[in-house]
């Protein structure tokens, strides 16, 4: 898994950052680079892809108290440089599960978080990118251990990835049983979650909330 790391093509823009970013999260960004898809659960944030700079400024800014202006300037520049997988010529698929406690937490403020809403509604309109949203009514789910991201890759020689990230660190899962037993988590709260249409429906209304 470290040699695939090595082995990706180099990210001009992320070589500026290495030295003052953690080295779990370049490899994953390095990862993420490389990857045709990603399957992505989240059950506090709005997934890093998708987020606006006003969101994630305030996320960075709550998750790392103690973190200087640069150090959190970085961290927004980094994640707006990310999403550009999603927006080139040939972008990444993503599939997203967020919890519908995702949408409601006003993270920054109403105003960062109603813009953050109306992006996510926008973002629903492209072909490669999934938003589901799983509601509270599901009650107990598979999910409720943590936020995962599954990864694959163009080359059938490369292996899936499950990533996991918390408090302690970032883990990297490769073994099969593992990879197959988070894709059939992500496939039961796929099931569980309301459909793109209705996620679509839930984000226009909390817009109009606000």
Known sequence: MVELSKQASQLGWLQAYESELPEEYTTYISFESEARSVRNY????????????????????????????????????????????????????????????????EVGGVDVMVDQLRHLLDLTERPHITLQVLPYKVGAHPGMHGAFAVMDFPDAADPELVYIENMAGALYLEKEADIRRYAEMFDQLRAAALNVADSRKLLGRLIDIH
Do not use: C, M, N
């Not at 640069?70 to 919890?99: M, Y």
């Open 42 to 105: 989240e059950s506090l944030f709005v997934p890093g892809l998708l987020q606006t700079q006003g969101y994630t400024r305030a996320v960075v800014t709550a998750s790392l108290p103690y973190a200087s202006e640069d150090e959190i300037q970085q961290r927004v520049e980094t994640r707006a440089q990310r999403q550009a997988s999603i927006t080139k010529d040939d972008p990444l698929k993503l599939w997203a599960i967020v919890d519908e406690a995702v949408l409601h937490r």
